[in-house]
């Protein structure tokens, strides 16, 4: 059996949030952005490596002319807890003053990331900017940063897949689940 199929090996404490779940509120979110946008053409700012299995399920869930672009900043490396050291590795490759920017994150923890990654893209004179973020951990000590849509709220728990990692690795799982780092089995 796959380790992708079995909900306790490798790590996999629980699934959080099913396949099914994921595509359900991924479209919806998607005709409430074509809304949003109306005749604008949005300039999606991926934030890799973590939204782009949200991203490119996003962006096809919406019906309005779309641009992608991409940033990199620096992780949790092999640690579950935020260092709450922000780092751009990979800049855009464009100019976006006058752009209206579609910030895509994959989940907002301390929410450390996305206040310096908008600080950064506000100096740089966007007409607008909306931020999506999959999912937002329920932290009552993180910082106060723009959110405009949501995918889910889910507990203060390490959670991997669908774009998330640990050290790395279950980014590619389809759903998104709980780790649980004492049941990880090297290979
Ligand atoms: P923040 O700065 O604490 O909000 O965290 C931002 C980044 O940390 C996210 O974009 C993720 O890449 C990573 N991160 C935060 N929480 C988790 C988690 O539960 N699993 C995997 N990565 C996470």
Do not use: C
Request: charge should be negative.
């Amino acid at each position: 059996m796959s380790w992708q199929r079995e909900p306790r090996a490798n790590g996999v404490a629980k699934i959080l949030i099913t396949e099914q779940e994921l595509q359900r509120r991924i479209y919806e979110l998607g005709k409430e952005l074509d809304g949003h946008f109306g005749d604008r053409v949005p300039l999606f700012v991926g934030v890799l490596n973590g939204a782009v299995a949200f991203m490119t399920d996003l962006m096809r869930a919406m019906t309005i002319p779309v641009e992608i672009d991409f940033m990199a900043t620096s992780s949790y490396g092999n640690s579950t807890t935020s260092s709450g050291v922000v780092r751009i590795i990979k800049d855009l490759n464009q100019p976006i003053d006058g752009r209206h920017l579609m910030v895509v994150e994959d989940i907002v923890d301390s929410g450390l990331t996305l206040r310096y990654l908008l600080e950064m893209l506000e100096a740089r004179n966007p007409a607008s900017i909306t931020v999506v973020a999959l999912l937002r951990k329920n932290k009552p000590d993180a910082v106060d940063v723009q959110v405009d849509f949501i995918g889910f709220d889910i507990p203060d728990e390490f959670v991997i897949g669908y774009g998330l990692d640990f050290a790395e690795r279950y980014r590619n799982l389809p759903y998104v689940a709980v780790l649980d780092p004492s049941t990880i089995v090297d290979e």
